[in-house]
């Protein structure tokens, strides 16, 4: 291809990696992306004003730079972020050493490998739409590679796409699925900020309300709980340094019970994990592929390295309580308390001697919780030093951490073991999916008693603010409801449908797309009656029965291929057609003037249509300046010529 003609296709190129890479914007260090942008911009400069291309020493050491702060900016040139933005540094350098058609082929290869990388990142419908985009972008350009035509070469990648579409649908349900999602690749974790710490101090529970980010799903069969009922359990921090509440993995000698007399629910949740655990509603009894219950009711995924979105089914109780035996020894681990709070453990201390058992006890400890006159709020004050007594005699104003710290200090000295409980309460039912969205601000913390051979729940904020567990998070603080961004206030209602609407839609997609995983494929196999056949077999039996549909397709294509011509070629294919059918033996590379040299036995006034076409022709393919009008023309004339030969 001549160097001029390489001009556009290149242009092309260009266009769609940079289209290809626009969302590792958001993923990456900013500096990659830009780089590869201005990288870009320049090779196409470079084309435009058909310059000289640098020289491959300077090419070379102009990667080496970017690569050094690569590694001094991530530390790794492998992982996720690491490996995208060093192809991405690859493929703009590859740019940048293009000089024929082979190169510029190559390049575009790389592209569409580019393509599959912000998936790496997100795998929502909106990151499909933008892979379906880039796609077809790379295809055009490829389309344009080729020679073809410009006018049509969209109007042909779009059809090679839709012919692709079949193929790609059987073999994404066909495919052996793979242990874990393709994206599962170590990546730093960096939700710190905004998931569920290791420990818990005043205001670490906190800080999660003003983030509205979905944090699970979970859909439920049958009938659906109250919003009361969904204390999703997490973590379980059971060590107090008397600021902070940390896990200290206590050692258990007997399993836990659950009763027999509470209604069962089951459900689907598809979550992230959070330091290796996951969500779970108290109290699960039964859990499917890819998790276990571990002690303190905790749920654990079993490749604990994986932190990649899981879907997993459970049977959880609609129970506030759970049997378990516990040691003498073990007991008085839960009753351990740091030196510290001296009014906290004299009004504890003071209730224990009034109430000698140990339920009534704990209902005197609520009582005088309730008594303290604490106000619920997402902005107390700093506490310093004794903070569970700056708390309950100072400030009185806290959060649920405060809270369910203040209470499990009581309850220990008191005499009662406990401990506290980190996961989310409540959230938002969308009756359009069917399912459960738990955000960021569903983030709770409670307390759990030992009292009679069972863990108890104690929820202190239900006590203070219980509208908090009833109602949810948003009617308990304004401050943690949606605002409108900038103008603030509660979204209307056509937007509030709108959002719900679409989180339906994302569920859906995130269930049936991104959640297809190997337990979802044998369910499918078994449906279809290919239960027990390998997936290869599978793969050849549903890929020969494609080959059968696509032939008669392809046969079509070949039989109308000249629909997928440029115009002006179809037209003079159409012309050719018409002589054949009266007998002119012509070909496809005769000119007009041997055209008309061999239809002179055509009749008078055909010969003379023939020639009146031939010179709107080359006045239409020819004329220094486009003629108005001319293929319009040219078309209203061959759809009257209808030769025949003299008679």
Known sequence: ???????????????????????????????????FALLLAWRG??????????????????????????????????????????????????????????????????????????????????????????????????????GEDARVSPRLAARM?????????????????????????????????TGLADSMSPGSVGRMIPSREPAFTAQFFGRQPLAAQLYWRVMVFDQFDGVSWSAGFLPYSAASLLPTNRPLLRYDV???PYRGLLPQLEQASEVGEGVRLVSQQRLRRNDSTNNSRLRYRLSSLASDYYLEEMSPRVQQMYLRLP???????????????????????????KQWLQAQGLRYTLNPPQLQGDVVDGFLFGSRQGFCEHFASAFTVLARAAGIPARVVVGFQGGEFNPGGAFWLVRSSDAHAWSEVWLAGRWQRVDPTALVAPQRSADGIEQALPAAAPAMPL????????????????????????????GYDAERQRSLFQRLGLDGVSASSVVLLLGSGMLLVMLPLVWWLLRHRRRALPATQAAWQQLLQRLRRAGVPVRESDTASQLLEKAQGLAAADYQQLAALLQLWQRWQYAPQPLAGAAQQWRQQLRRFHPRRQD
């Open 1 to 35: 291809m001549p160097v001029n003609s390489l001009r556009l296709p290149a242009f092309a190129v260009l266009t769609a990696l940079a289209l290809t890479a626009l969302p590792l914007f958001f993923y990456l260090p900013g500096w990659v992306p830009l780089l």
């Open 45 to 146: 400069a470079l084309v435009w004003q058909q310059r000289q291309l640098p020289s491959r020493l300077w090419l070379l050491l102009g990667l080496v730079l970017p690569v050094v702060a690569l590694w001094l900016t991530l530390r790794t040139l492998v992982g996720r972020e690491g490996g995208v933005a060093f192809l991405l540094l690859l493929v703009a350098g590859k740019a940048l050493e293009t000089r024929d058609l082979r190169d510029w082929r190559v390049l575009l290869a790389a592209g569409f490998f580019l393509a599959s990388t912000p998936l790496l990142f997100e795998q929502g419908p909106l990151a499909a739409v933008w892979l379906v985009l880039s796609l077809f972008a790379l295809t055009w350009a490829m389309v344009l590679l080729a």
């Open 161 to 193: 796409l839709l012919l692709s579409f079949p193929v790609m649908l059987v073999l994404f349900v066909v495919m052996p699925r793979l242990p874990g999602p393709l994206w599962s690749m170590p990546t730093e974790d960096k939700r710190a900020t």
């Open 270 to 272: 598809v979550a992230e």
């Open 339 to 365: 030196a510290g709070n001296p009014r906290t453990l004299s009004a504890a201390q003071s209730l224990a001697a009034g109430f000698p058992l140990s339920e009534a006890r704990l209902a005197a400890l």
């Open 487 to 514: 103008l603030g206030g509660r979204p209307p209602a056509w937007l509030r449908w709108t959002t719900q609407q679409w989180q339906a839609a994302n569920f859906g997609w995130q269930r049936w797309v991104v």
